[in-house]
């Protein structure tokens, strides 16, 4: 049986509190030159160079039961879409499994201070998340919808259009209809700055914002912000506009025609932004715990099962559509 709390979810889980390690410097520029998008993934060969201190440490929980099995924190969209198959999953096999709700940072910070034995990030990890002897596995991406204020008459812009307005060089949406003039205000979260892909795929690294872009430092804020300010953009995963409608009605742009929820164009590769996500386990002898690499093959078993709200395309699908994998980690998207 699990003794667990209850937490905001009502599903039953032992709560877990941590410190956040410290963060990866901001990797450099690396925008294409045509589009200015940043890299969408790092090497997955690369591992950092840890001194003999921290390959030499053991997992050490931290304000947990001592009959804890399984300590998990994950970012605060994987928490939602998988607690229902991680508490499944513990209640079959009688285990105490600790999970946590948090963000890429606390995840990274959590697996670099060796409290956890699996992390979940919505970005793909940074080169200096690749700790030796931890291992990604891609669960799927999601759509990161552009967002504007829902009386905006504006349902379509190209990509060019999208960085063109991010970088303010465009203006006045006059620019993009033809109507009267509406000054463009722009709203970003430039979170998880060090890792690649989500919003670097815009625009690579936050000098190329322009100087009159609102920055905000929370989703609800975000969406918020772009609802209640008129004529402004932003993004969001179309989960988390859902999530937190109750600070505005924002509606999600197509991009060169292609709506964010029309998951076979993302799936495709047509799509352009999105969000990646990942857990890890240890593969190191004295780190790997067997039931956190069955958990994993549970999840990528019953993954089908995630409730669609989520908007979670799954590995298998971007497998078919000609993504590039690195064992079970996405490291390309579809191309030649």
């Not at 009688?94 to 990030?121: H, M, R, W, Y």
């Not at 790997?288 to 799954?314: D, M, S």
Request: aromatic content about 8%; hydrophobic content about 35%.
């Amino acid at each position: 049986m699990l003794k667990q709390w209850k937490n905001k979810t009502s599903v039953p889980v032992l709560c877990m509190i941590f410190l956040c390690g410290p963060l990866a410097t901001t990797l450099p520029a690396t925008a294409n030159a045509d589009s200015h998008r940043g890299p969408a993934f790092t090497d997955p060969e690369h591992k950092e160079t840890m001194p003999g201190s921290w390959l030499d440490k053991s997992i050490q929980y931290e304000k947990l039961p001592a009959n804890t099995d399984l300590a998990i924190t994950l970012d605060q969209h994987l928490y939602p879409a998988l607690l229902p198959l991680i508490n499944r999953y513990a209640k079959q096999h009688k285990l105490q499994v600790a999970v946590q709700e948090g963000t890429c940072g606390i995840s990274a910070g959590a697996l670099l201070d060796k409290k956890v034995d699996i992390g979940g990030f919505c970005c793909p990890p940074g080169k200096t998340d690749r700790l030796p002897g931890l291992r990604y596995h891609t669960l799927g991406i999601a759509a990161l919808a552009l967002i504007v204020e829902q009386d905006n008459p504006v349902d379509n812009i190209s990509l060019q259009q999208a960085q063109d307005i991010f970088q303010g060089k465009l203006g006045d949406w006059q620019e993009v209809t033809g109507n009267a003039s509406q000054p463009i205000n722009t709203v970003a979260r430039l979170h998880c700055k060090n890792r690649p892909g989500h919003w670097r795929l815009i625009l690579d690294n936050e000098d190329q914002f322009s100087a009159a872009t609102r920055e905000v430092s929370t989703i609800p804020d975000m969406i918020g912000a772009t609802a209640g300010t008129k004529n402004a953009i932003g993004y969001e995963t179309l989960w988390m506009t859902q999530q937190f409608s109750s600070q505005g009605q924002v509606k999600a742009m197509k991009i060169d025609g292609i709506s964010p929820y029309d998951n076979k164009a993302l799936s495709a590769g047509k799509y352009p932004f999105y969000r990646t996500y990942n857990i890890t386990t240890w593969t190191d002898e004295t780190l790997r715990k067997p039931h956190a690499e069955q958990l994993l093959a549970y999840i990528y078993q019953h993954f089908n099962e995630v409730e669609t709200r989520y908007g979670l395309v799954p590995s298998t699908s971007l497998r078919e559509a000609g993504w590039k994998f690195s064992n079970d980690e996405l490291v390309a998207a579809p191309g030649p």
